[in-house]
T-cell receptor, first 115, second 113 residues
């Protein structure tokens, strides 16, 4: 089983649609959670961190369910410019003092927004 | 503000040739630095990370190596490239120990023929 699993998509949606991406992770010790966005042939860029209480940034809402080890990203009123691959990222603690938390990336979910 | 640079942007190399990719970070000191590879259609794989000058940790065995000769410079090298080394190489930085967030450079797209 992969440590971070995402539906690869693609999700093809019209402009203005609401789309939700899901992600599950296997390591219950994970402490930090993120969504990154990656445009075609570009570097990943941080979209938002995900907090236990849920957080919203404009049209984007992220939710975390630690009990189910599940993370979601909701995009409302989709724009053409939202077309990209969305990467779910969790940390894997290294288990030693002073050790950093390794980022584990999902393979990504591709979104295509059409007119 | 902090910026991260990588060069070259693209590279086509024959099998067996050497490799040197460079990453530099501006606007911060003593960053944690990372090298990742993303193969076509695959997720990001961590190759190396560094917490300071001359301190390199390797994540996977391979024919690649990394060095950190200066605080804000991270270099990825190989003596002899393999076909399987083709991919998108990304450098990332993290601001110290207080955050897990990493920020990526623009990447180098390497094709080994």
């Amino acid at each position: 089983r992969k440590e971070v699993e995402q539906d690869p998509g693609p999700f093809n949606v019209p402009e203005g649609a609401t789309v939700a991406f899901n992600c599950t992770y296997s390591n219950s010790a994970s402490q930090s959670f993120f969504w990154y966005r990656q445009d075609c042939r570009k570097e990943p860029k941080l979209l938002m961190s995900v907090y236990s209480s849920g957080n919203e940034d404009g049209r984007f809402t992220a939710q975390l369910n630690r009990a189910s080890q599940y993370i979601s990203l909701l995009i409302r009123d989709s724009k053409l410019s939202d077309s990209a691959t969305y990467l779910c990222v969790v940390t894997r603690p290294q288990g030693f003092s002073g050790g950093y938390n390794k980022l584990i990336f999902g393979a990504g979910t591709r979104l295509a927004v059409h007119p | 503000s902090q910026t991260i640079h990588q060069w070259p942007a693209t590279l086509v190399q024959p099998v067996g040739s050497p490799l040197s990719l460079e990453c530099t970070v501006e606007g911060t000191s003593n960053p944690n630095l990372y090298w990742y590879r993303q193969a076509a259609g695959r997720g990001l794989q961590l190759l190396f990370y560094s917490v300071g000058i001359g301190q390199i940790s390797s994540e996977v065995p391979q024919n690649l190596s990394a060095s950190r000769p200066q605080d804000r410079q991270f270099i990825l090298s190989s003596k002899k490239l393999l076909l399987s080394d083709s991919g998108f190489y990304l450098c990332a930085w993290r601001r110290g120990e207080s955050t897990d967030t990493q920020y990526f450079g623009p990447g180098t797209r390497l094709t080994v023929l």
